[in-house]
């Protein structure tokens, strides 16, 4: 069988559902996985954006650890073809987007309640909700899906927007809480 090759999202180990059959807190889970996938027959990828990302969650030894068996690279953004379908798309989608969020907006300007704190509180979170949720809003994100789409490997992540963005492009992901349980099928065979 030939080697089966994956591309990690820090999401694998940050977020709490993804990490948990690997360890409790980020770091723990980074420890966890290098442990758990030794002798698979498996390629891991990072982008080094990604991986920068990471050593904000997890300690210096966990890091040590994952950079052994993990490859960092970035996708080739020069020779990486992608539909202009897909760019259409995510400009409409960005528009629409927008336009949400300036109906929120205008919803609290218009709101005339003392209490200015909690109505900010709560602009912040629909606003980011309407501008980020299920949509590609970094660039790291974006290395992440190309150097996926470019090893024609397995994204695992759980980030809506590098998933959603995944399908449009044709790559295969698996969501990062059905790692473990794919690990475990390897490790039988």
């Given at each position: 069988?030939?080697?089966?090759k994956?591309?990690?999202?820090?999401?694998?180990?940050?977020?709490?559902?993804?990490?948990?059959?690997?360890?409790?807190d980020?770091?723990?889970?980074?420890?966890?996985?290098?442990?758990?996938?030794?002798?698979?027959?498996?390629?891991?990828?990072?982008?080094?954006?990604?991986?920068?990302?990471?050593?904000?969650?997890?300690?210096?030894?966990?890091?040590?650890e994952?950079?052994?068996?993990?490859?960092?690279?970035?996708?080739?953004?020069?020779?990486?073809?992608?539909?202009?379908?897909?760019?259409?798309?995510?400009?409409?989608?960005?528009?629409?987007?927008?336009?949400?969020?300036?109906?929120?907006?205008?919803?609290?300007?218009?709101?005339n309640?003392?209490?200015?704190?909690?109505?900010?509180?709560?602009?912040?979170?629909?606003?980011?909700e309407?501008?980020?949720?299920?949509?590609?809003?970094?660039?790291?994100d974006?290395?992440?899906?190309?150097?996926?789409?470019?090893?024609?490997?397995?994204?695992?992540?759980?980030?809506?927007g590098?998933?959603?963005?995944?399908?449009?492009?044709?790559?295969?992901?698996?969501?990062?809480d059905?790692?473990?349980?794919?690990?475990?099928?390897?490790?039988?065979?």
């Amino acid at each position: 069988m030939a080697t089966r090759k994956f591309v990690i999202d820090t999401s694998l180990f940050v977020n709490p559902y993804a990490r948990e059959k690997f360890g409790k807190d980020p770091s723990s889970a980074v420890l966890g996985f290098v442990k758990y996938i030794e002798g698979l027959d498996i390629e891991l990828y990072i982008p080094p954006s990604i991986f920068s990302e990471l050593k904000n969650f997890a300690d210096a030894k966990a890091i040590e650890e994952l950079e052994l068996v993990v490859k960092k690279r970035a996708p080739n953004t020069y020779g990486i073809y992608l539909p202009a379908a897909v760019l259409y798309d995510f400009i409409e989608d960005v528009r629409l987007r927008i336009n949400k969020g300036l109906r929120l907006s205008e919803e609290f300007a218009k709101d005339n309640h003392p209490d200015n704190d909690e109505k900010l509180r709560k602009l912040r979170d629909k606003y980011r909700e309407a501008m980020r949720t299920g949509i590609i809003d970094s660039k790291e994100d974006f290395e992440l899906v190309l150097l996926a789409k470019e090893l024609e490997a397995t994204l695992i992540s759980s980030d809506e927007g590098a998933i959603k963005f995944s399908n449009q492009i044709g790559c295969e992901h698996l969501q990062a809480d059905k790692f473990y349980p794919l690990l475990k099928k390897l490790k039988s065979q």
